[in-house]
């Protein structure tokens, strides 16, 4: 079955950077397209980015653009969210999910991963 756990969420000041880890098991990686979406306190999921199974493709969301890169290690089953420039409003949970397309808050997904932005 579909396991994916996240961590790298933790405090920081606004500017600074994370870097967000998604371990995956129980499937093939490198068939999968994967996904990273957030929920915001108040304003419910926002999709972020996502990556083709080889890494070849990678779409972003506008408010994460310039700010985020997504990559993947497909020999180690695992995915990644570098976060800079960290503003207030990206505070949330972080969940990695594997899917390409359609409704990605269906998507099987990891427990999350919280971050909070704030001085």
């Known amino acids: 079955q579909v396991q994916l756990v996240e961590s790298g969420g933790g405090q920081v000041q606004p500017g600074g950077s994370l870097r967000l880890s998604c371990a995956a098991s129980?499937?093939?990686?490198?068939?999968?397209?994967m996904v990273w979406f957030r929920q915001i306190p108040r304003k419910g999921f926002e999709w972020v980015s996502r990556?083709?199974?080889?890494?070849?493709?990678?779409d972003y969301a506008d408010f994460v653009k310039g700010r985020f890169s997504i990559s993947r290690d497909n020999a180690k089953d695992i995915m990644f969210l570098q976060m800079d420039s960290l503003k207030p409003e990206d505070s949330g949970t972080y969940y990695c999910?594997?899917?390409?397309?359609?409704?990605?808050?269906?998507?099987?997904r990891g427990q999350g991963t919280q971050v909070t932005v704030s001085s």
């Open positions: 999910a594997k899917g390409w397309s359609g409704d990605y808050t269906l998507f099987p």
């Open positions: 990556i083709s199974n080889t890494g070849a493709t990678t």
């Open positions: 129980g499937f093939t990686f490198s068939e999968a397209g």
